[in-house]
């Protein structure tokens, strides 16, 4: 990565190779950030998938918490990170049916990449966020209230909601925390959670809106967002500035 | 009536234990140290069945399941839980996968592993406990928050499916509680007389499952902290960050 230029956040952005973790990373890596990209898959030329030098990707695969806030850890410390300015904790995985069909191994998973994985993440990073009086955004769902065909996802949001509510109150004054609940978008989520969705689709916000609207909430630095069709659409209308959120 | 109760040798999971042996039903004591059941399986004359599993193990989870498979139940109260207090950054990650096994992963799981294998009886109650911090927020155990609040909406998604089995939801909020458990994570000079009695909230609890309730707020002290958090939830997390973790000397977990 290039030397670190005057102005330049330094940006953490979990499950990036896909869906709205991939906009919001080429988002600020256009506006001269640098950013730190994890998924699961294996990439051999990040600068050729990314189409740009300033997002470095990591392998950091969520069904096993600790290690990937270990990797995540050491990487940051590899690229000479002193500071975090922004963590965005999007990564997570769904799986839909009715509670009694849902396999033991399904829950386990749900939990570790959902909720396990970014709350180790977030103490992984908590010195580099203190540092840089950074933020730390994570990504719900508005299934955080409860949904009955897929009951466990939307207690892994929940327990993001809870945590992020407790938490921000106990780091006041060193660092933020915020937790933005998109509603269903048009991404690939639904169909790896196993999820028909039809003509529903229809109804679904586009990713490139709804990823315009997390980036307006997470600009204002709000503890929590809904993304409604409404909060989306006046965030067409927001500016967003360079070498900034 | 057929019970199983997870965390039935201390606590609020003991009070539950005696209470319902006294009314004369057939309980399925689940706990990592059953030793503290022996006395009580003796005096019962076997209606008090010890299992041990240790909530925090997968394994033991399925062990569990195992052992109680060909059952069913006419009342199932999850009730072991633990917990983690002081500062986020400090505790060690080890300490929260723990929370997060027993907390939230082993009740999903032995709850949808009940459901699946229609181990739940029509007209059958299952109960969750989850904590008043669902209301409150709880800085200084923001992690010990989340699988408390993570179990209450997950019981919320599945009261409608299992309405249709006739199996009724109960989800109970319960503040502090005059426990060895609670007492090891409050702050120092926490009045433990402030608490409410195990043998009380017992008594709430089973009264509840007895009615059509879906959600409790056991006593004055909880239902009226509840009713603040609906006027003012910022206010209220604010005032648990000055009474609760601006206190805490010790992180222990």
């Known amino acids: 990565m290039a030397q670190q230029d005057a102005g330049a956040l330094n940006i953490l952005i979990t499950g990036a190779t896909d869906g709205l973790g991939l906009r919001l990373a080429k988002f600020y890596a256009e506006r001269g950030n640098f950013v730190l990209a994890t998924g699961r898959q294996s990439i051999t030329d990040d600068e050729a998938f990314f189409g740009t030098d300033r997002i470095r990707y990591i392998v950091a695969d969520q069904d096993n918490p600790n290690a990937a806030a270990e990797t995540i850890r050491l990487s940051m410390t590899r690229l000479g990170w002193k500071s ?4 965005v904790l999007n990564a997570a995985t769904g799986w839909s049916g009715a509670p009694g069909d849902e396999p033991s191994a399904t829950v386990e998973k749900q939990i570790a990449v959902n909720l396990t994985a970014p709350i180790l993440i977030a103490r992984a990073v908590a010195p580099f966020l203190f540092e840089a009086e950074g933020q ?5 769902s508005t299934a955080h209230r ?25 780091w006041r004054g060193r660092a933020r925390v915020q937790i933005i609940h998109p509603g269903p978008t048009r991404t690939t989520m639904h169909a790896k959670a196993g999820m028909k969705i039809g003509m529903a689709r229809l109804f679904f916000m586009g990713p490139k809106r709804a990823a315009r609207a997390i980036l307006k909430s997470i600009r204002s630095g709000e503890k929590t967002r809904t993304i409604t069709r409404a909060y989306a659409w006046r965030a067409l209308f927001s500016p967003s500035g360079r070498g900034s959120l | 009536m057929k019970v199983l109760i997870t965390g039935a040798s201390h606590g609020l999971g003991r009070a539950l234990t005696e209470k319902l042996l006294a009314e004369g039903h057939d309980v399925f004591a689940v706990d990592r140290d059953t030793d503290a ?11 008090c069945k010890p299992i041990l599993a240790d909530m925090a193990l997968g394994q033991s989870v399925e062990r569990l399941m195992r052992e109680i498979a060909g059952h069913t139940f006419d009342l199932v109260i999850l009730n072991a839980g633990i917990s983690a207090t002081g500062k986020f950054e400090e505790i060690p990650a080890a ?3 723990r929370l997060i096994a027993v907390n939230l992963t082993a009740p999903i799981t032995i709850a949808s ?19 008043l911090s669902h209301a409150v927020g ?37 503040g502090p509680i005059r426990t060895q458990h609670a007492e090891r994570h ?3 000079g926490a009045k433990a007389s402030k608490r409410m009695s195990p043998d009380i909230l017992a008594r709430h609890i089973l009264k509840a499952t007895r009615t059509r309730k879906k959600e409790l707020y056991p006593g004055t002290q909880a239902a009226f902290t509840k009713l603040l958090a609906g006027i003012a939830p910022n206010f209220m997390t604010k005032m648990m960050r000055r009474v609760i973790f601006e206190k805490l000397d010790d992180n222990v977990y």
Not at chain 1, 84 to 87: G, I, K, N, P, T
Not at chain 1, 146 to 167: I, N, V
Not at chain 2, 37 to 47: E, N, P
């Open chain 1, 84 to 87: 975090l300015d922004l963590a």
């Open chain 1, 136 to 140: 730390l955004t994570l990504i719900g």
């Open chain 1, 146 to 170: 409860g949904a009955p065909m897929f009951a466990t996802y939307a207690a892994t949001k929940a327990g993001l909601h809870g945590f992020a509510r407790s938490l921000a109150e106990e």
């Open chain 2, 37 to 47: 059941l022996d006395a009580l399986a003796v005096k019962s004359r076997g209606a």
């Open chain 2, 95 to 97: 300490a929260y996968q």
């Open chain 2, 113 to 131: 592993r009940l459901i699946g294998e229609n181990m739940l009886v029509a007209k059958s109650k299952l109960v969750f406990i989850s904590s």
């Open chain 2, 138 to 174: 709880y800085p200084g155990a923001s992690v010990y928050a989340a699988t408390k609040d993570a179990l209450a909406v997950y019981a919320r998604s599945i009261r409608k499916p299992l309405a249709k089995k006739r199996v009724g939801v109960l989800t109970v909020f319960p």
């Open chain 2, 186 to 188: 409050a702050p120092a």
